[in-house]
């Protein structure tokens, strides 16, 4: 009966704060995690967790979702779901878990458990369960209580206990108690009181605005295979002892290599050759199983399969280059941080695998550095792409680990340009030509563009285009992606397509007179209407830039332009100018915006300045019938 009181009074309390503040979708009462090592290739993580769960919003927090794989299993599981009056309406076991392969790839041993409440709101989940790992620790899981916007934390505890004198490293954005009592060191991290977070656009990223811990062992063991991690140099030694049997190709594999490379001049001849072959005859797929996150699958089998991961793939392309007498260099690296953590060398930190290849070349080349995506091969050979262009890196070598950063690009560098020439009548109808091009990670998303039906193009370019746009023609599409070796670090891959269309009401006519949009394309941008909650950040440099080129009908002519904006704030900068030459009218619109961390008070500059130039993009060009 107490229970009873006790469960009605806190939903009662919640359910009229939830209702003040109608911010939050969940809140966190409780949540404690622990794991105990037992011993360098053993453990047990365990876990408690209860949330109030208040909208249906909060997806992850009204369902249980636990990781396994082959080097841990669930051994234990129980929870019930409360309803707001108290009543537990569900009591639940480990059968009720539904598992499920993680990765539908193949070679993947990773899989969850879970499960999802459906129950009115709101309601009280609760569970336990513990997680046995018996083949190794490589790292202790992360905590991060809070996955989501609007979830907030009463009561949140992380503990990690070892071996006494166990050396072990942890980076965290919590305080840390040390306690050793003789036979543990026990470190123990707690986030009482969190206020939870608020999605907005060009937000930090959210690892920066949770609580968090990443924890590791600097001794290890993982899948019977010991190593250390107490510096990217322990980790290199490490990773390259994991590969060094994998360079395993066949003669029958090495002769072909030499075959292909027979006629090439220089290095990157050869590595474009071998690059193009690994394009046509291999596929993705993601290998997790067992030691296999960690080290590639052999050469020979990639060659005899077709298939292979990050690894695989970066390792498979390394051994046909060795056979070519072509030095490269495997590195991992993180796709989703730019930076290392600092003291903090664990390679569980990492997510991908690459190559490195350095340019032994004369001329422009001599000196430079391919870094070759090799899952993606339909990326330029020699673009960096966005997610690892500027991020620090460890190249594995046979001496260990080495700490490099992927070279980032100019800040001009990324941008949209349209060229658009509209010729007006004095109907208000027009003929329209564009000149797109793409630059840097604006091309990115645009790689396939030529492999698409003309019915996904003309809808691809449509999307962009304001007006009515008849009869849409792709005229042209051309692109820099095999120009590497004419630029070298320099080069910046791009890629340009003209079309045209009519469009009967261009312009609205009225009184003798014709209002003319500045701009076909789509122009303006969003702001956030309100108190901003986080600090600006935006990622990388880019531009937009629109040059447009009204010709005056005949019979009319220029009556009035819009005044031209120029307003700069910190994030970003806005300008157009208008102008007449001879019977046409020049309109340029630009747009920067600037790579950096502001305060979130930068943001009112910012939210006026994007007001006045979408005012401005929606005025018009004026002309005035001639007076006979």
Not at 11 to 32: C, D, N, P, R, T
Request: aromatic share 12%; with cysteine; proline share 4%.
């Amino acid at each position: 009966m107490k229970k009873f009181l006790l469960l009605a009074v806190l939903f009662l309390g919640l359910k009229v704060y939830s209702q003040e503040v109608h911010l939050y979708s969940a809140q966190i009462l409780e949540v404690k995690e622990k794991f105990d090592m037992k011993s360098v290739s053993s453990g047990t993580y365990s876990v408690y967790k209860r949330v109030f769960v208040i909208k249906e919003s909060a997806d992850l927090e009204r369902a249980v979702t636990i990781f396994t794989d082959g080097d841990r299993y669930l051994s234990s599981f129980s929870g019930t779901v409360t309803n707001s009056s108290g009543k537990v309406i569900k009591k639940l076991k480990k059968q009720d878990l539904e598992q499920r392969a993680l990765a539908q790839e193949l070679a993947d041993d990773s899989y969850i458990y879970y499960y999802q409440v459906e129950a009115p709101y709101p309601f009280i989940l609760e569970y336990e369960y513990e997680v046995t790992y018996r083949r190794g620790v490589l790292s202790f899981p992360a905590f991060i209580p809070v996955n989501a916007p609007d979830v907030i934390v009463s009561k949140g505890e992380y503990s990690v206990s070892v071996p006494s004198g166990t050396p072990i490293q942890y980076s965290s954005n919590l305080e840390v108690e040390i306690k050793k009592d003789g036979n543990a060191d026990i470190y123990t991290w707690r986030c009482d009181g969190y206020g939870g977070y608020t999605r907005e656009d060009y937000m930090p990223s959210q690892i920066e605005l949770v609580p968090n811990v990443f924890a590791a062992p600097k001794n290890f063991m993982f899948s019977k295979v010991a190593g250390q991690q107490g510096s990217w140099k322990d980790i290199g030694s490490w990773l390259y002892d994991l590969q060094k049997d994998t360079w395993d190709l066949s003669d029958q594999d090495k002769a072909k290599v030499l075959a292909m490379t027979s006629g090439c001049k220089n290095t990157f001849e050869k590595v474009k050759v071998l690059y193009d072959y690994l394009r046509q005859t291999t596929r993705y797929v993601s290998i997790q199983l067992g030691i296999g996150g960690y080290k590639p699958f052999p050469a020979s089998t990639v060659s005899r399969t077709g298939f292979g991961d990050c690894k695989a793939l970066s390792n498979y392309l390394k051994a046909m280059l060795e056979v070519a007498g072509v030095e490269s260099f495997y590195y991992i690296a993180n796709t989703r941080r730019a930076e290392l953590m600092p003291n903090y060398s664990s390679v569980g930190q990492m997510n991908h695998a690459m190559l490195a290849v350095p340019l032994s070349d004369g001329g422009i080349l001599k000196g430079d550095t391919l870094w070759v995506e090799c899952t993606n091969p339909a990326l330029p050979l020699g673009y960096r792409h966005e997610d690892i262009a500027g991020h620090q890196v460890v190249f594995i070598k046979e001496d260990g680990g080495q700490v490099v950063h992927c070279p980032i690009y100019p800040d001009s560098a990324s941008r949209m340009v349209n060229n658009v020439r509209v010729l007006m009548s004095s109907t208000g109808e027009a003929d329209i030509s564009v000149r797109h091009n793409r630059y840097l990670d604006f091309a990115e998303g645009w790689l396939s563009f030529k492999s698409l039906s003309l019915k996904e193009q003309t809808d691809k370019l449509s999307a962009d285009v304001i007006v009515a746009a008849n009869g849409l023609k792709i005229e042209g599409v051309s692109d820099n992606f095999e120009d590497y070796p004419k630029y070298g670090r320099n080069y910046i891959p791009g890629m340009s397509i003209s079309y045209s269309f009519k469009c009967r009401n261009y312009a609205e006519a009225s009184s003798g007179r014709l209002f003319v949009p500045i701009t076909c394309l789509r122009r303006g941008f969003s702001w956030q209407r309100g108190e901003r909650k986080n600090d600006v950040w935006i990622r990388t440099n880019r531009s937009y830039i629109d040059s447009v080129s009204v010709l005056v009908p005949p019979t009319y002519e220029l009556e009035g332009l819009p005044k031209s904006v120029n307003v700069d704030s910190r994030i970003a900068s806005f300008t157009s100018s208008f102008k007449q030459v001879n019977n046409e009218v020049k309109v340029v619109l630009c747009c920067s915006f600037k790579a950096g961390k502001y305060p979130k008070d930068s943001y009112k500059e910012y939210a006026e300045a994007v007001r006045r130039f979408n005012r401005m993009c929606d005025s018009k060009i004026v002309f005035r019938k001639k007076q006979d």
